[in-house]
């Protein structure tokens, strides 16, 4: 799995805050370490605009997105 996961930001409708939850997407390190410090958005290897998470905190049965999964 790749270093550093990002997932999609809810939208205006949705509660932020609960917990991880999928789809999640692969983000390349030098793009997504800088964002883990900055919290800013980035676009995942699929293209998707998500937020950086530390693998770590990431359920170990969440799947990735296909694109992201099968991508590289
Ligand atoms: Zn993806």
Avoid: W
Avoid at 35 to 58: K, M, N, Y
């Amino acid at each position: 799995m790749a270093n550093l996961i990002g997932r999609a930001r809810r939208t205006a409708q949705d509660p932020v805050g609960d917990k991880l939850a999928g789809p999640l997407h692969a983000v390349d390190p030098a793009v997504g370490r800088p964002a883990l410090q900055s919290h800013e958005d980035v676009s995942a290897l699929c293209g998707t605009h998500v937020q950086v998470v530390p693998v770590e905190d990431v359920p170990d049965d969440t799947g990735l997105c296909p694109a992201c999964q099968y991508g590289d």
